[in-house]
């Protein structure tokens, strides 16, 4: 059995990308879109498209009722949630399912177990799964977390029980400091997730964050798909994934995956899912402790898409359809290198604070062992309601070193003007010798931060361009044909 | 690529072009809201995204891509090239007020503006001409009209 | 990308630039034979390919990318990206007689010329007006000079 | 030991791959340049360019004194000479050693030994590699190359002993034929070659043509990378290869691999080669005959590439500088399917004519599994002087049926106008029910001729779109910054 017509609902480039397996899987695509998007790539890409409500998150792409109303206008037998957005909200992983559509991912109740730090955490320790020691204090008034901290130790962390992201978590190092970042996790946490109920365990200093792609079908068949490093963070937020993990051995990466298998074994899983890990030491004897699931399909999965030269967003649609997982552990391989790089229009000088306006000039680099995922064209502007993710660039070599050294000549041909972004910074990042040498752990760019955004004088090349070249103001278009009528003066946008 | 350059407005009437491909030819009428009509069907409405694609939509809506080299046609729409000739075009059906607008071929200098807000031209004459690759181009009225302020 | 439509020439002298970065400024003068110095150091030779493409020769050739809004240039070099403010631009050193052009900002259409050939202008002066995205867009004259025919 | 400046000896998309190869091996790249192509992207992409001559491909790309002058005068110590030109040349490969220049290719004599069909064919016949039954005969008139047609038996392949590309080969059929095609063979082969000396061979009915990547460092290392399928052809030239070939079992794989290693070991072969076969017959049954040796990169190496994850070229670059091998036979893999497309500018409708002319329109596809590699670009001009490839697009999928599907997605999001192109005709290759069956031969394309150029009627939207799109005229830029004087105007070229 296969789809007929899948509803995508999200925006971007990872709407492109599972339109594009639509499309190659022989699936018609339906794409959903705000005001903010209705010129946007992933609309022209599918087969359809579906207006669901005004720029705004909570009334469009976030908006469960929105989204079920395109899927049912539009006949989709399927809806794919992408990342972010509603992928793991369990109600509508439900919704989905009670419209008729089946939701490409796990069951709402694996999300919403898996959701719960504390339930997942239990579920990991009675599968035998290490996690880092920690405890959920019954007690929660700020005496109770401060006493808990005591009892796992400093330095500790203590986080939103409901969250990710980074939303309300502190590192408290000492005594003193817990008065102030007690309360205040908590009220980050009510905040950003209705729930302040708070999670505290010992603070894994300079861990690596590693993580294994886990599949798994509806007749019991489980597989992973080895490692993604993913320690390069800003603001607790991947911006460089690799794999294979410089830092694991052989003999880990086996104990790793399969952890992560019995990981989602335990909690019933089906679909592509993601099993984070902190990885403390190096060699044999490093320890890795369980961190969270993530219950859908990663930004980061070209990565392992690259290594194992197998096409996750297919292999999705083939499962989600009760379809057998395509690959067998055996065998599936991690062959040569492959590094993403997230393209954010952001400003890190300032605290990659995150940027909007119109892609002036937009170019992106191609050639051999270079992948584009990208939802934006030169001409369009990134609005301010969204993630500021432009596109993905991921690189594939033969080794660490090539791949490194084919990702910063691939930047330098990836010119973005008219908006700030990360990618000089990430060619710095890339080029810095304790990146080179593999010596990477999550503060990696806090640790290195002025090195990391220093930025040369301009050469005069610089500044001749500066001086002459032209003005890329994108204007609607007003010119028609020579001698002819113009409908384009006065037909820019029709009523959908 | 180089955008046209939009130099002034002119008063026209719906478009016509005939179109030919191999021994077959096309009759389409461009209204100056967008829409177009094949041979008198159904209709269909154009936008064009100002770098060649154009996004037509009849039925479902779809990405097509154009360009015009002298009087061919390109067209690039699912999967297939089509190369059309123009064997005529600009004939106005309804001679009313309905605005277009007149382009330039290609990006040029203004040498000699030929008339002034409120003549009244008539298809054919040149409205101010060009230079550009070292060549004076006339820009002609495509149908009569009065020259917008 | 919409290129700017060239809607007349005007004459105009060599160029200087100040812009700034940061605290620091840079005086860009910039030749009608395409040279370029900065801060009156060596020469450079700059080409614009028509698509934000900048090829500059100093020493070697390189390529750069540049991109105006407002009075903001960007440009990416070398895998860097410099935004520079321009402080002043447009002055005269060479009131004799070099031409040079003047651009439109954006494809527009042309409401009123408010110049004829052989006219002379002061830096300014309102030229052409144009009409874009629902506004009235006047283009001054960027140094004094005599309209061409 | 590593090269310090490599100068290209070619143009086009080939000149971009290596010079992007030189890039991330941290080697200088010198592009060289005709007047035809004094702004094409090879020359931007070069470190530093270096005029060589007119257009004309005599006075410019084909001429040794001319590229070697190029080279002194750069400074280089090494020299990739691509395909076609002067790769296959060997007083061209004996030119660059005796410039003190490292010619990145085998020995000026094993270049020579592998180009005469005779001395090639005797060499295979003494390491026991099978070779078509043929003859060249001692009398060479029309009456010793008949006797020699009759002896192998018709169908016969008349062919000049110098050449390849098909050029002076012919097809005898009956006694009668051969009267005109024997002398027309020879005439052609003195014009292409400056030799008319004949070949005879039994023609080989519905043959595939299947090659065999083959890589020899200077420390008597060989290995081989796997086939490449090339059997869709026309004129005698390769459009589409894909790799694995869908006719071969495993154990006839192993087969050709170890004649082809065998072949180059004997041929005292060195750095990238690739050795031809016909083969004949189905399933481990099939025979396979020594066609050819190409002494030099292939068009089509993506496609090993794709399928073994290395790169040909900067292995090229790390074994031409004395450098051992870097892989062992044993860890080579083949995994996935991965097809090339030759995206040329000619007219299938009129033979394949080759075409000329400017690039309005020219975007190229992206996305997962698809890979590009091209020396054009949009506004540019196809000059009528050499060979019309555009681009190469390489997919890469799981399975033939899906790098099948992928392909054909591109093809469409390949947009090209301005020059007829072989793109639709592609599209219709792939999709046709014989292709997708894998019942290749070298006639495919004659076989099924009128229904791959079958153009389907103009819908409705091609005449919407052609009537209201705009001019892509592509004129010199006239346009400075706003308010600024206009260097463009006056300055489109400078002399080099």
Same mark, same amino acid.
């Given at each position: 059995m296969t789809f007929r017509r899948v509803l995508v609902a999200n925006r971007g480039e990872i709407a492109v990308r599972i339109i594009r397996a639509c499309r190659e899987s022989g699936i018609e695509s339906v794409a959903v879109f705000s005001d903010a998007d209705a010129d946007a790539p992933h609309v022209y890409a599918a087969d359809r498209s579906v207006r669901i409500g005004p720029a705004s998150p909570a009334e469009s792409y976030l908006s469960i009722s929105a989204v079920i109303g395109a899927a049912r206008s539009a006949g989709a037998d399927a809806v794919h949630p992408g990342?972010?957005?509603?992928?793991?909200?369990p109600a509508f992983a439900r919704a989905c399912e009670a419209a &008729?559509? *089946?939701?490409?991912?796990?069951p709402g109740d694996v999300i919403e177990r898996m959701g719960s730090k504390i339930a997942a955490r239990e579920l990991m320790v009675s599968a035998g799964v290490p996690v880092v020691p920690g405890v959920t204090p019954g007690d929660q008034s700020d005496t109770g977390i401060a006493a808990a901290v005591v009892q796992v130790g400093y330095p500790a962390l203590v986080k939103?029980?409901?969250?990710?992201?980074?939303?309300g978590m502190r590192v408290l190092?000492?005594?003193?400091?817990?008065?102030?970042l007690i309360p205040a996790a908590r009220r980050e946490a009510v905040t950003a997730f209705g729930d302040g109920t708070l999670y505290v365990e010992r603070l894994v200093d300079q861990p690596r964050h590693v993580e294994i792609q886990v599949f798994c079908d509806n007749h019991g068949d489980a597989v992973h798909l080895f490692e993604r490093e993913c320690?390069?963070?800003?603001r607790h937020q991947k911006v460089i994934e690799e794999s294979?993990?410089? &830092?694991? *051995?052989p003999k880990l990466r086996q104990a790793m995956g399969a952890a992560a298998v019995a990981a989602a074994q335990v909690a019933g899983y089906r679909n592509a899912g993601t099993i984070e890990f902190l990885l403390e030491g190096t060699g044999d004897a490093a320890s890795f402790y369980f961190l969270e699931m993530n219950t859908r399909l990663q930004v980061e999965h070209p990565v392992t898409e690259a290594v194992t030269g197998v096409d996750l967003v297919q292999a999705q649609l083939v499962v989600a359809a009760g379809?057998?997982?395509?690959?067998s552990q055996e065998h599936l391989t991690q062959r040569g290198h492959a590094i993403e790089l997230r393209v954010y229009a952001e400003d890190p000088a300032t605290g990659f604070l995150p940027q909007a306006g119109p892609l002036l000039v937009y170019r992106e680099p191609q050639g051999p062992g270079i992948r584009i995922d990208s939802g934006v064209r030169e001409g369009g502007v990134i609005p301010v309601?969204?993630?500021?993710?432009l596109a993905k660039l991921t690189v594939t070599a033969e080794s660490r070193p090539a791949a490194i050294n084919r990702a910063i000549a691939a930047l330098r041909a990836f010119v973005v003007l008219g908006i700030r972004t990360n990618i000089p910074f990430l060619g710095h990042v890339l080029d810095h010798p304790d990146f080179r040498a593999g010596r990477?752990?999550?503060g990696f760019i806090d640790q290195h931060l002025a090195r990391l955004l220093a930025t040369p004088d301009p050469p005069d090349e610089a500044l001749a361009a500066a001086a002459t070249g032209r003005p890329?103001?994108?204007?609607p278009s007003v010119a028609g044909s020579p001698a002819a009528g113009d409908p384009w003066a006065t037909l820019r946008r029709w009523g959908r | 690529m180089g955008d046209a350059a939009t130099l002034g407005t002119l008063s026209v009437g719906q478009q016509t072009f005939v179109l030919r491909r191999g021994d077959r030819e096309y009759r389409v009428d461009v209204g100056d809201d967008g829409t177009v009509t094949v041979d008198g069907g159904s209709t269909l409405t154009v936008r064009s995204m100002g770098d060649g694609e154009v996004r037509v939509r009849g039925g479902a809506e779809v990405s097509a891509w154009s360009a015009a080299a002298g009087d061919t046609r390109w067209v690039y729409v699912g999967g297939e090239v089509f190369e059309f000739e123009?064997?005529?075009?600009?004939?106005?059906?309804?001679?009313?007020a309905a605005r277009g607008s007149l382009s330039a071929p290609m990006p040029a200098s203004v040498v000699r503006v030929e008339v002034a807000p409120g003549d009244r031209v008539r298809k054919g004459d040149a409205l101010v001409v060009l230079e550009a690759m070292k060549m004076e181009l006339p820009v002609r009225a495509p149908a009569d009209g009065i020259v917008a302020a």
């Amino acid at each position: 059995m296969t789809f007929r017509r899948v509803l995508v609902a999200n925006r971007g480039e990872i709407a492109v990308r599972i339109i594009r397996a639509c499309r190659e899987s022989g699936i018609e695509s339906v794409a959903v879109f705000s005001d903010a998007d209705a010129d946007a790539p992933h609309v022209y890409a599918a087969d359809r498209s579906v207006r669901i409500g005004p720029a705004s998150p909570a009334e469009s792409y976030l908006s469960i009722s929105a989204v079920i109303g395109a899927a049912r206008s539009a006949g989709a037998d399927a809806v794919h949630p992408g990342y972010g957005f509603l992928s793991e909200n369990p109600a509508f992983a439900r919704a989905c399912e009670a419209a &008729g559509c *089946t939701f490409i991912g796990p069951p709402g109740d694996v999300i919403e177990r898996m959701g719960s730090k504390i339930a997942a955490r239990e579920l990991m320790v009675s599968a035998g799964v290490p996690v880092v020691p920690g405890v959920t204090p019954g007690d929660q008034s700020d005496t109770g977390i401060a006493a808990a901290v005591v009892q796992v130790g400093y330095p500790a962390l203590v986080k939103a029980s409901a969250g990710g992201g980074g939303k309300g978590m502190r590192v408290l190092r000492d005594e003193q400091a817990g008065r102030e970042l007690i309360p205040a996790a908590r009220r980050e946490a009510v905040t950003a997730f209705g729930d302040g109920t708070l999670y505290v365990e010992r603070l894994v200093d300079q861990p690596r964050h590693v993580e294994i792609q886990v599949f798994c079908d509806n007749h019991g068949d489980a597989v992973h798909l080895f490692e993604r490093e993913c320690s390069i963070q800003r603001r607790h937020q991947k911006v460089i994934e690799e794999s294979p993990s410089p &830092g694991l *051995t052989p003999k880990l990466r086996q104990a790793m995956g399969a952890a992560a298998v019995a990981a989602a074994q335990v909690a019933g899983y089906r679909n592509a899912g993601t099993i984070e890990f902190l990885l403390e030491g190096t060699g044999d004897a490093a320890s890795f402790y369980f961190l969270e699931m993530n219950t859908r399909l990663q930004v980061e999965h070209p990565v392992t898409e690259a290594v194992t030269g197998v096409d996750l967003v297919q292999a999705q649609l083939v499962v989600a359809a009760g379809g057998a997982l395509p690959w067998s552990q055996e065998h599936l391989t991690q062959r040569g290198h492959a590094i993403e790089l997230r393209v954010y229009a952001e400003d890190p000088a300032t605290g990659f604070l995150p940027q909007a306006g119109p892609l002036l000039v937009y170019r992106e680099p191609q050639g051999p062992g270079i992948r584009i995922d990208s939802g934006v064209r030169e001409g369009g502007v990134i609005p301010v309601d969204y993630d500021p993710l432009l596109a993905k660039l991921t690189v594939t070599a033969e080794s660490r070193p090539a791949a490194i050294n084919r990702a910063i000549a691939a930047l330098r041909a990836f010119v973005v003007l008219g908006i700030r972004t990360n990618i000089p910074f990430l060619g710095h990042v890339l080029d810095h010798p304790d990146f080179r040498a593999g010596r990477l752990h999550t503060g990696f760019i806090d640790q290195h931060l002025a090195r990391l955004l220093a930025t040369p004088d301009p050469p005069d090349e610089a500044l001749a361009a500066a001086a002459t070249g032209r003005p890329s103001v994108r204007a609607p278009s007003v010119a028609g044909s020579p001698a002819a009528g113009d409908p384009w003066a006065t037909l820019r946008r029709w009523g959908r | 690529m180089g955008d046209a350059a939009t130099l002034g407005t002119l008063s026209v009437g719906q478009q016509t072009f005939v179109l030919r491909r191999g021994d077959r030819e096309y009759r389409v009428d461009v209204g100056d809201d967008g829409t177009v009509t094949v041979d008198g069907g159904s209709t269909l409405t154009v936008r064009s995204m100002g770098d060649g694609e154009v996004r037509v939509r009849g039925g479902a809506e779809v990405s097509a891509w154009s360009a015009a080299a002298g009087d061919t046609r390109w067209v690039y729409v699912g999967g297939e090239v089509f190369e059309f000739e123009v064997a005529r075009e600009g004939r106005s059906r309804a001679p009313g007020a309905a605005r277009g607008s007149l382009s330039a071929p290609m990006p040029a200098s203004v040498v000699r503006v030929e008339v002034a807000p409120g003549d009244r031209v008539r298809k054919g004459d040149a409205l101010v001409v060009l230079e550009a690759m070292k060549m004076e181009l006339p820009v002609r009225a495509p149908a009569d009209g009065i020259v917008a302020a």
